[in-house]
């Protein structure tokens, strides 16, 4: 066996590793780390079976094997993210109608904590003007900058940490019995309540900001999946006017956000319209969308965009809805199981969660 074949079998190995541990349901976080770059994965599964076809004979059987098996990982992983590419079907339909007060705007950015171009998420904000802004890792000294805009934002939640887990959440609508919890972890805050739209309707909102699954935050994904799935199961199917938003830390093809997405009932705007990437905003080859806003199918879009950078590792992420009630009538949520039910139930009390969020 040449050096070149050696070096091609070591490669067609490694790369069917990623599909493998991903078929698992182990959380640890090296396994669940697989789930973020599955479109660089793709790409590099491919140029593997390019490589094994200039390379093998094809005269011994674990040749076919080996391709075969890369085969399959590449339609696992494309498979996977085929529903956030623009030629699969839009989850949520486009809102088809005249300006009215039905609409909602947010504008979801994380800032990086140590960033210090306030100006630029500033003069974003300004720009876009949405209707909610959600900061995430914004801790004291971001507080204290984004107090400029409290003119215009005349309902806040401040929760500013210096653990990168900070969160402000500023809105021009009416904010109502709002709480800050604690769902799973003393030092992981989240945001929940309710707002009044123009046109007189409440809608539910939750904002999160899990830790996730890394060698320098956790070891495992539990407690960051236990988090998503505890908020989606206390969102009763069929209600009206819910928002979950967000930097999830997992990415929308992920198994927990899809459960999330079946537990709740909740419906992706991304899902037909692209990646819309927000991290990591520093390297243009490894991105992949952390950040979502999810809603029930009484919502329509108007709008759906990524931002330009305002020197955090992420791009900000802006939305805009419009209440359409008629809209339950053609869009479809995902459809849960019992068994992915009880999946839930098991991730959540795997985590011993502090709080419900009812």
């Known amino acids: 066996m040449s050096f070149l074949e050696i070096v091609t079998v070591c490669l067609n190995i490694l790369f069917c590793i990623p599909s493998l541990a991903s078929i698992t349901k182990f959380d640890y976080w090296w396994i669940r780390g697989f789930d973020f770059p599955r479109v660089q994965i793709s790409v590099l599964i491919f140029v593997n079976i390019l490589l094994a ?9 674990w040749q076919f094997i080996l391709v075969t098996a890369l085969v399959i990982s590449l339609f696992y992983q494309l498979k996977l993210i085929y529903p956030y590419t623009s030629i699969a079907q839009e989850q949520v339909v486009k809102f088809q109608g005249k300006d009215n007060d039905d609409y909602l705007s947010i504008l979801v950015s994380n800032v990086l904590m140590t960033n210090r171009h306030y100006d630029k998420l500033i003069n974003l904000t300004r720009s876009r003007n949405p209707d909610i802004l959600l900061t995430l890792e914004s801790d004291k000294k971001w507080e204290e900058a984004l107090s400029v805009l409290e003119e215009e934002y005349l309902y806040c939640v401040k929760v500013p940490k210096d653990n990168l887990y900070g969160m402000h959440l500023y809105s021009k609508l009416p904010l109502e019995n709002i709480e800050v919890k604690y769902l799973v972890a003393d030092d992981i805050p989240s945001i929940h309540g309710t707002l009044n739209l123009p046109n007189g309707k409440v809608a539910t909102i939750h904002c999160l900001h899990p830790r996730p699954p890394s060698p320098s935050e956790s070891d495992t994904s539990t407690n960051r999946d236990a988090e998503l799935l505890l908020v989606a199961r206390e969102i009763n ?25 079946k ?10 319209r692209g990646f819309f990437n927000t991290y990591n905003a520093n390297y243009k080859l490894l991105r992949w969308p952390l950040d ?21 590792d992420h791009f900000p992420m802006y939305t805009k809805l419009n209440y359409t009630p008629k809209a339950k009538w ?15 139930k098991k991730e959540i009390e795997k985590a011993n969660p502090k709080h419900s969020t009812a």
């Open 263 to 272: 537990v709740s009932g909740l419906l992706d705007p991304r899902r037909g």
């Open 330 to 344: 053609v869009q479809d949520s995902l459809d849960v199981n019992k068994n992915e039910e009880a999946q839930a």
């Open 237 to 261: 199917k069929g209600v009206e006017m819910v928002l979950v938003f967000g930097d999830f830390n997992d990415v929308a093809w992920s198994r927990t956000t899809k459960l999330f997405q």
């Open 53 to 61: 076809l200039f390379v093998y004979e094809f005269n011994m059987n």
């Open 292 to 312: 979502h806003v999810f809603h029930t199918d009484d919502f329509t879009l108007m709008e759906i965009s990524r931002g330009k950078s305002i020197g955090s």
